[in-house]
């Protein structure tokens, strides 16, 4: 039987981003690039050229939130949301888990934090 519980001992945090943390973004951006590339619509070229602002830029959206283990990003989510006719939607994207937290439910985590 597979459980959909999150272990408790895993010792992942799931923090917020803002301005003062693009250096963690940008550690665990870029090795979504380096390590599934085929899974963005960016490449990691395009993104190791980005300035310091523009990674500050990217990470004002409130929707961004990166894992972190024992105080190494392993994942990232983030989301931003449209209106149409009132209705409003969110859309996931800049989804990863590095290969050495997966299956343990860090992907699940970043998503409850998304939402």
């Not at 039987?1 to 803002?18: A, C, D, Q, R, W």
């Not at 979504?32 to 395009?46: I, M, Y």
């Not at 894992?67 to 949301?81: L, N, Q």
């Not at 994207?93 to 985590?109: C, I, L, S, Y």
Request: hydrophobic letters at 45%; aromatic letters at 6%; a neutral charge.
């Amino acid at each position: 039987m597979v459980s959909n519980e999150i272990p408790s001992n895993i010792g992942v945090e799931i923090i917020g981003l803002s301005p003062d943390k693009w250096e963690v973004y940008k550690e665990i951006r870029l090795r979504s690039l380096r390590e599934d590339p085929q899974a963005f619509g960016s490449n990691l070229a395009r993104e190791e050229a980005f300035t310091q602002e523009r990674w500050m830029e990217r990470v004002s959206n409130p929707f961004n939130v990166v894992a972190m283990d024992k105080g190494k990003p392993i994942g990232t989510m983030g989301a931003f949301v449209t209106e149409n006719a009132g209705i409003k939607t969110a859309h996931v994207v800049g989804v990863f888990v590095a290969n050495e937290a997966r299956g343990k439910g860090v992907g699940t985590m970043l998503l409850g934090a998304v939402l």
